[in-house]
């Protein structure tokens, strides 16, 4: 018998002001169904779905900040290419209240590219199955 792996996650919304340690806490989001543990396949999905619900229009996006995208740390800010331009956006990466080995740290944008907020997805473990 072959056993298969799914890992799950949580998405949070990070806070917009540090506490009074210095980091960004996360947050639940007021909306319940963005609060629900997903698996690794429906992540994407599940941000794509916060994204349109948080600015309230279609066709907003993601990117997911990692070391090895296309999106490039420069004097504490990310800069990432959408459609003609540039968006560019304070890197917090550091101070959110996370343990930054086991998490995930994306950017929504709007499809206007004009606001931009943080998410974290945290790992709630793997489910196995055979």
């Given at each position: 018998?072959?056993?298969?792996?799914?890992?799950y996650?949580?998405?949070?919304?990070?806070?917009?002001?540090v506490?009074?340690?210095?980091?960004?806490?996360?947050?639940?989001?007021?909306?319940?169904?963005?609060?629900?543990?997903?698996?690794a396949?429906?992540?994407?999905?599940m941000?794509?779905?916060?994204a349109?619900?948080?600015?309230?229009?279609?066709?907003c996006?993601?990117?997911?900040v990692?070391?090895?995208?296309?999106?490039?740390?420069?004097?504490?800010?990310?800069?990432?290419?959408?459609?003609?331009?540039?968006?560019e956006?304070?890197?917090?990466?550091?101070?959110?209240?996370?343990?930054?080995?086991?998490?995930?740290?994306?950017?929504?944008?709007?499809?206007?590219c004009?606001?931009?907020?943080?998410v974290?997805?945290?790992?709630?473990?793997?489910?196995?199955?055979g």
């Open positions: 018998m072959e056993l298969h792996s799914s890992s996650y949580r998405l949070y919304d990070v806070a917009a002001s506490d009074e340690n210095g980091a960004y806490a996360l947050q639940a989001f007021d909306d319940v169904a963005f609060n629900e543990v997903v698996d396949d429906e992540l994407y999905e941000l794509g779905e916060l349109d619900s948080r600015f309230g229009q279609s066709r996006r993601f990117f997911e990692t070391n090895d995208t296309d999106i490039v740390p420069e004097n504490g800010k990310l800069r990432f290419d959408v459609d003609d331009g540039q968006l956006i304070r890197d917090i990466v550091d101070r959110i209240d996370v343990d930054p080995e086991e998490s995930r740290f994306f950017i929504i944008v709007d499809a206007k004009s606001e931009c907020g943080w974290v997805a945290t790992p709630q473990g793997n489910v196995y199955s």
